[in-house]
């Protein structure tokens, strides 16, 4: 659980992407398998970033050039709250603690579909926004499920139910790629 690693103010090496708590991995508590999460951590990394986040100049809603002339249309709110709901769901019943291959793979080709299909709902809203970055980080989290063929921490594989000593790795996704990474040691 948890394991982006970040710097001292939340930052990943990812512009514009923070994260703080589970999400995170500081390296303050050492080898603890939860990476980052204390309470009091919680407190002190969730203020350095919001003070980081609050001193830049940034740019909330940026949209790409197939997507801006879509952005006239409102209203699309149901659909969009449809979508946002059948995500949270179908990542519950296919990545939450027991998991198998067969409807991880369901699962990602669906979320993919709804990927599409956010494109043209597409509106300056809030609800579209977080829809949006919901589908990208469930289509993420089962391509990694489905790489990871073991069971570890709080998520078991009811077809690969054994821990292997191989996957004391991190899993990195760059664009289409997916591989393994040494987990680096902060001194």
């Not at 303050?28 to 309470?39: Q, T």
């Not at 990871?148 to 709080?154: K, L």
Request: proline share 3%.
């Amino acid at each position: 659980m948890g394991g982006i690693v970040t710097d001292s103010d939340g930052a990943t090496s990812i512009a514009g992407l923070y994260a703080v708590g589970e999400t995170a991995s500081t390296g303050v508590h050492g080898a603890n398998r939860l990476a980052s999460n204390s309470l009091l951590e919680c407190f002190v990394f969730g203020e350095r970033l919001a003070e980081q986040v609050c001193s830049q100049q940034t740019q909330i809603f940026k949209v790409s050039k197939a997507i801006a002339p879509k952005l006239s249309h409102h209203g699309n709110s149901a659909a969009i709250q449809n979508i946002k709901s059948g995500i949270q769901n179908l990542s519950w019943q296919a990545a939450g603690i027991c998991r198998v291959q067969s409807e991880l793979e369901i699962a990602a080709t669906q979320i993919s579909a709804w990927q599409a299909e956010l494109i043209n709902l597409a509106e300056p809203s809030r609800l579209w926004i977080e829809t949006r970055n919901l589908a990208d980080y469930a289509y993420l989290l089962m391509r990694s499920a489905l790489f990871r063929t073991e069971s570890r921490g709080a998520h078991y594989r009811a077809d690969f139910p054994d821990t292997a000593p191989n996957w004391q790795l991190h899993t990195i996704i760059e664009g289409e790629e997916i591989r393994r990474s040494p987990i680096l040691k902060k001194t």
